[in-house]
Structures are given as C-alpha cells and as structure tokens.
C-alpha cells in the first residue's frame, strides 16, 4: 500500500461513529483499500471523503482529530514519496501546509473559549503571558515538526 492508512476501527474513532457507521458509510461509497480477505484500510481519500459528507449533511466542521488525521496520512504519503525519490508536487506541500494553518488558527480561536473566565481572573499580567507563551510555542512546534520532516 502506497499510502498510510487506517484501521476501520481507527477510522471510526477519529470520527467517533460506530463501526456499523462505517459499514453504511462503505454502503455509499467511501473509498477503501483491500489489504487482505475481507480486510479493508482507510486513506487520505477515504478521509477526505467522510469529511465532505460529514460537512454537507450538517454544516460541522471538521474537528480536530479529523484534521489531525488528514494532515498526518498527507505527511506521511509526501514523506513516502520523498523517500522513493519521487517528486512531490507544490500543491501537495501547499495544501498539508494550508490544512496545518487551519489546525494551528483553530488553536489560537480556541484559547480564548478554553481561558477567557481563567485569564478575566488572573490579575497578574506575567501568569496570563506564560499561559499565552506556552500555547504559541506548542504552535511553533507543530510548524517545525512539519518543516522538518
């Protein structure tokens, strides 16, 4: 298999449905590839797949393990083909890159729901900066982790 992928098991944590789900989702037409009898793995276009349906049918975003799993199977799948010595087009880098952006921008949106009462109550100026410092390194992180491999 040329690509990373997902147990069906896996795949339904990531978007915490049942694996009955997943068959009904198998029933519409999500992509999957066979890696044995009647054993199936789930991909980057399976991936995509289910997002897209999820989205349709009720306007959710994705959340982040779903994002999490995209951006990981399509740095793993140019990380593969890097070391094939194949070549990787731009537009793949661009989008792992666009989706990091989304993930990391969705972070910071998210620090003032997970610390607005927390940061009102802090009176001093230095524990609110460390907070903030701690979040924007964790940020900094996952940009370097991508830039790295």
């Known amino acids: 298999m040329s690509e990373a992928s997902f147990t069906k098991k896996d795949f ?7 694996l009955p ?19 199936y793995r789930y991909g980057a276009r399976a991936l995509k797949w ?15 393990a779903e994002q999490t799993a ?10 593969l083909d890097r070391e094939r010595g194949q070549v990787v087009p ?27 009462a927390e ?3 802090i009176e001093e100026l230095p524990a609110m900066v460390s907070k903030l410092d701690e979040a924007i390194e964790e940020c900094r992180a996952e940009l370097r982790s991508v830039c790295d491999d």
């Open 12 to 18: 339904a944590a990531i978007f915490e449905i049942s």
């Open 21 to 39: 789900a997943v068959d009904k989702w198998v029933e519409q037409g999500i992509p999957r590839v066979p890696v044995g009898k009647n054993r």
């Open 50 to 64: 289910a997002i897209k349906k999820r989205s349709s049918k009720n306007g959710k975003k994705p959340n982040v």
């Open 70 to 79: 995209t951006v990981e199977l399509e740095r793993a799948k140019i990380k």
């Open 90 to 116: 731009i537009s793949t880098f661009k989008d792992v890159l666009d989706d990091v952006a989304t993930r990391l921008d969705s972070k910071l949106q998210a620090m003032a729901r997970k610390w607005g």
């Open 119 to 121: 940061l009102l109550g």
